[in-house]
Structure formats: C-alpha cells, structure tokens
C-alpha cells in the first residue's frame, strides 16, 4: 500500500514511518520540519523519503496515487495547544478537515487520524469508552474532538476514515521527548535523583509504549474496511491506566535510589480512565510494554546517551519551549511560517527534501 505519513519527523511519525515501511508499505512522509534539530543519538534513524511542507498549504497533486494517509502533524499537545488557541484552530482542525476532503476528492481510500484521549478531560472514575462524553479541557483537546467529526463525516464507500484516540505515549524516538510524562520523570531521576511530579499524583492517565501504538494503527490501515469505516477507537490497553503517583512508582523500580516526590494539587483538570476493549476485540491489539518495563528501557537508553543536564534544560526534547524558541529566535513567525529560507538547516539525516519555495 502506498502510504503518505504526515508529521513523518515528529516524535511518533520518526518511529511509525520506518515501522509501515518494514512491514512492507511504501511510506513517504511529508513535514513542517519544526522539529528536525531534535535529533536523540541514542535511537538511530530509519530514513524515510520526507518532503518539506506545511500541512496547511497541501494540495490534491501531493496526494495523487496514495491508498492511505496517516495523519499526524498537527500542534502536538495541550500546552502547546494554548500558545495561540486561534492558531490551534487553524492547523489541528481547518488544516485537518481540509486535508481529509482533499484525500477523498483524490481518490484516497483509507484516512487514519491520531486523535487522543485527552478528550476525555475531566472524567469520572468510572472507564471511558468511545460513546462516553468529550469533555475537552484545552483548545488542543477541543480542535481534536472538532477535527474526529470533520473526518468521520467523509465516511462512505470509496473513503475509509478512523480514528485512533491515543492514550499517553512513552518510549524513545529518534525524535525524542521528554515532555510526556512517563519520559519525563526517568529523565529526571537519572539525571537528578529525584522523581518530581508537577501534581499532587491523583490525575488518570493511560499509557501506551510507541511502538505498542505503532502496531496498533498499521492493524487500524491494515483492517477490512467494514471493521474499521467510521470507527473511533480508544488506543491503548485497559491495564495501564495509571494514576501519575502509579507512574513514578514504575519509574522508581527501575532506579531504585530515586526518591519520589510530589508537588501540589494542580490546576490542570485532566484525569481519565480509558476502556481499550474495542481495539481489543475489534483489530485484537494488546499492548506489549507495560510502564515499568518502558522505565527501564529509558534507563538503559539513557546510560548509553549518556543523557546529560543540558537535555533537560534545552528546548530540543521539549516542544512547547521549541516552538517558542523558533519564534523568539525569528525562524518562525507567529503562524508558525519558517523565515529562514536555509531547508538544509532543517532537514534529517538521510531524508530527502522538496525545495525550500515548497515548505
């Protein structure tokens, strides 16, 4: 299957692209380049044929002779959703919607979206599942709960949309973060001996390791049509839901000499506890990776970097403060448009680029 991946440099798209690609598709990918730089030496590349260019500015040739698209660049979490919510707006759903009607218009069968389960927001102690209410608590959360309606309202004989609603990520990329919680708190222990939540613990959140999600949506492109049409699925495993206070416990196990410590009750009013049985017994995915075993992968990861301090204190693995360094700095301005005109200063080892005028 031929298969265009946008976000192919992110963070997930660094690991799922080379993934689709090994499992036998033919991936090319397609990129704002915005996070190229943060490249993670410890998790060697897998190059991807990738051409530059804003999703915002996508037209039907780039999609002409491709079977699926596998939709991920967008801002891609909820602090980085409220830097500009009206530019959130713009790029997680107008962008969105109207990319999925250009892959319908140009004969596009199969449209997978990387939604989240932050919709779910402030829930209940009680398991959510795909028919349970959205309770968006930020402009990301909300543009994608926006952009699931756009899509799946495409749905129809000729176009398969689906929707994975993807439980928190852990694991190491080539494109590494250490802004998501599970890596975070490894960093931080490795690096300071001290296991700090920014939250009193109680919060809910499920986890899923990122290559568990990576087999999960080439099941979701790979499944019959009549499984997957117009189908939201919760991505995950109902057994790693985790409080946050449950998540440092994990990654004390794997360095044992940290001391865990929490921080106050926080303003953020996220917690959710997510069914994953739909994915199960649907497309039949159970996660491979449980917390702690993904703890102790960062670990060894991390000795082999070594990570040093100046991971944590530099934007590169963070993308809210990339971002604001990109502007600050005059690379982007403030729709998120590159100014400099170097593409090669952008550019990953081993990809291949489309001329600068193209991003």
Same mark, same amino acid.
């Given at each position: ?78 602090? #980085? ?5 009206? #530019? ?75 929707? #994975? ?16 919680? #599970? ?177």
């Amino acid at each position: 299957m031929r298969v265009l991946v946008t976000g192919s440099d992110g963070y997930i798209g660094a690991v799922l692209a080379p993934a689709l690609q090994a499992a036998g598709h033919e991936v090319t990918g397609i990129d704002a380049g915005f996070h190229s730089a943060c490249q993670f030496a410890a998790v060697p590349s897998s190059p991807v044929q990738t051409f530059w260019k804003d999703t915002r500015d996508i037209e039907p040739e780039d999609l002409e002779g491709f079977q699926a698209v596998v939709h991920l660049a967008e801002l891609s979490n909820d602090p #980085l959703g409220e830097i500009d919510p009206a #530019l959130t707006e713009a790029i997680n759903l107008r962008a969105t919607a109207r990319l999925a009607q250009l892959a319908r218009r140009t004969g596009v069968r199969r449209f997978l979206y990387f939604s989240s389960c932050s919709v779910y927001g402030k829930a209940s102690d009680e398991l959510c599942t795909e028919s349970s209410p959205a309770h968006p608590q930020t402009a990301y959360a909300r543009a994608k709960c926006l952009s699931e309606g756009a899509i799946l309202s495409l749905a129809g004989p000729d176009f398969c949309p689906v929707v #994975l609603r993807n439980a928190t990520v852990f694991g190491p990329s080539p494109r590494m973060r250490l802004d998501l919680v #599970l890596n975070n708190l490894a960093a931080l222990a490795f690096l300071e001996g001290e296991i700090r939540m920014v939250s009193d613990g109680s919060p809910w959140r499920p986890l899923i390791h990122i290559r568990d999600l990576c087999r999960a949506a080439q099941l979701a492109l790979e499944a019959p049509d009549e499984i997957v049409r117009g189908e939201v699925f919760n991505c995950g495993d109902t057994s790693a839901n985790y409080r946050i206070r449950e998540i440092a416990v994990c990654v004390q196990e794997a360095f044992p000499s940290c001391r865990v410590v929490p921080g106050a009750p926080n303003p953020d009013q996220r917690s959710y506890r997510v069914s994953f049985e739909k994915i199960r017994s649907r497309l039949g995915f159970q996660a491979r990776y449980t917390a702690s075993e993904g703890a102790a992968e960062l670990r060894e990861i991390f000795e082999r970097l070594p990570l040093q301090p100046i991971h944590l204190r530099d934007s590169l693995f963070f993308r809210c403060r990339r971002i604001r360094q990109l502007i600050a700095e005059g690379r982007l301005d403030e729709q998120l448009r590159w100014t400099a005109r170097d593409a090669a200063e952008w550019q990953p080892a081993g990809a291949s680029a489309a001329s600068p005028d193209q991003r």
